[in-house]
């Protein structure tokens, strides 16, 4: 009897754990299939085949490419086409943040450059030099949205101190590139050897033409240094994604709207930040980023001035011209994780006279819109409707526009 008691517990013994197996494993396939279901019924499996970045065939680039600009030849070759990869396929998320931050320095560049008479086109050598950033700090020393070396920029009157770096300036130095363009310009007269020159200088440029027998870029392209050959196709690749993003579903990665709609004053006398803070409402870290050129985090006096730049909401607060609101600083600092709700709203009692209404449609950005309008720049269409935050603009939404010639 004891024995047959024995060979049951063993047989139980050993058992048991395949039942427990089984059991596990029947629960798992059950929670998979149930998994299956719920993720059947949303968005996560609906959108895997938009992981995959929209692919286009050579003469869609070409054609996309030979539309971009009317002052600067633009070619399309398997240079161009693999830094195109680079922006739309490997790099999506960095060329979100970096179309996003154009919202900022675009207006600027654009009316800086015509003011010299360049192509606004220029404005993407940015784009390669910086990503955007005003305080980006190169291996070499090269620093700013424009990344001037310490003794370019002193050539073009950017001054450098222990209080101020006018290569973070956005005005000063936007417009010092300006000025070196056009110098360079004066040597090649070819908009595309100029940007070479920017990269490794005109001598190495003038070198490569000699060498090449042709001032074509592309018959001087392999004589240039290693690093000027990636920059000629990564200019042309810049520029490609800054108009045809929505081509490959990349989506904006928008800067708060206080940061988009600034606007600036001419500072004289010395005054720190922290006052500025506490006059015009804007966090302290706010001002530092919209005036990267002050190293003290104090404007010093000067008989020329300086830009003070601030969200054009609170410079009338700093100026005095309207009351600061009660606890508005700690507002602003809220704003850093709540975006502001308002997207393009229609202001009726100016929607008379010469005004247009234009209707967002899909894919649109305010910098093309702008484009087919005289005189109107993406800036205007911001405050003309009050637009807190592109990232909510959709398609339907109705624009005025107040063309100013």
Not at 132 to 156: D, E, I
Not at 359 to 380: C, I, M, T
Request: overall charge positive.
């Amino acid at each position: 009897m004891k024995s047959n008691r024995l060979i049951l517990v063993i047989i139980i013994a050993i058992l048991l754990p395949f039942n427990f197996i089984s059991y596990a494993l029947e629960r798992e396939e059950e929670n998979k299939t149930s998994n299956e279901i719920i993720l059947s019924n949303t968005e996560v499996v609906k959108s895997k085949a938009d992981l995959t970045p929209p692919q286009f065939v050579d003469d869609e680039y070409q054609n996309r490419i030979d539309q971009i600009s009317d002052d600067v030849k633009l070619t399309y070759n398997a240079h161009v086409k693999r830094h195109i990869e680079n922006y739309t396929v490997r790099n999506r998320n960095r060329s979100e943040k970096v179309i996003g931050r154009s919202t900022i320095y675009f207006p600027i560049f654009e009316e800086i450059l015509a003011k010299h008479k360049i192509p606004k086109d220029l404005k993407y050598l940015a784009v390669i030099e910086s990503t955007l950033n005003p305080t980006a700090l190169s291996k070499a020393g090269a620093k700013g949205l424009w990344q001037f070396m310490p003794s370019t920029g002193r050539q073009y009157h950017l001054l450098q101190n222990a209080k101020v770096d006018e290569r973070c300036d956005v005005y000063l130095a936007t417009d010092a590139a300006a000025s070196y363009l056009k110098d360079m310009n004066r040597k090649f007269d070819s908009w595309m050897l100029t940007i070479a020159a920017y990269n490794c200088g005109p001598g190495r440029v003038n070198k490569a033409i000699k060498l090449a027998g042709s001032r074509d870029i592309w018959d001087v392209y392999e004589f240039l240094p290693k690093e000027t050959r990636g920059y000629i196709p990564a200019f042309i690749s810049a520029a490609y994604l800054m108009n045809y993003y929505d081509k490959h579903e990349i989506y904006p990665e928008y800067p708060e709207y206080d940061l988009q709609n600034t606007t600036t004053k001419t500072i004289y006398q010395e005054i720190d930040f922290e006052f500025i803070a506490s006059q015009s409402g804007v966090p302290l870290e706010r001002v530092k980023y919209l005036n990267p050129a002050f190293k003290k985090n104090v404007i010093p006096a000067s008989d020329e001035g300086y830009k003070l730049t601030l969200p054009a909401k609170n410079m009338a607060y700093f100026e005095g011209n309207e009351p600061l609101p009660v606890q508005s600083i700690v507002v602003a600092e809220v704003e850093k994780t709540k975006k502001p709700p308002v997207t393009a709203k229609v202001n009726k009692e100016i929607a008379s006279g010469d005004l247009l209404v234009y209707e967002f449609k899909k894919g649109d950005n305010l910098w093309e819109v702008a484009k087919n309008y005289d005189g109107v720049s993406a800036k205007d269409i911001i405050k003309l409707n009050k637009i807190k935050d592109y990232r909510k603009l959709r398609a339907g939404t109705k624009l005025l526009i107040d063309p100013k010639i």
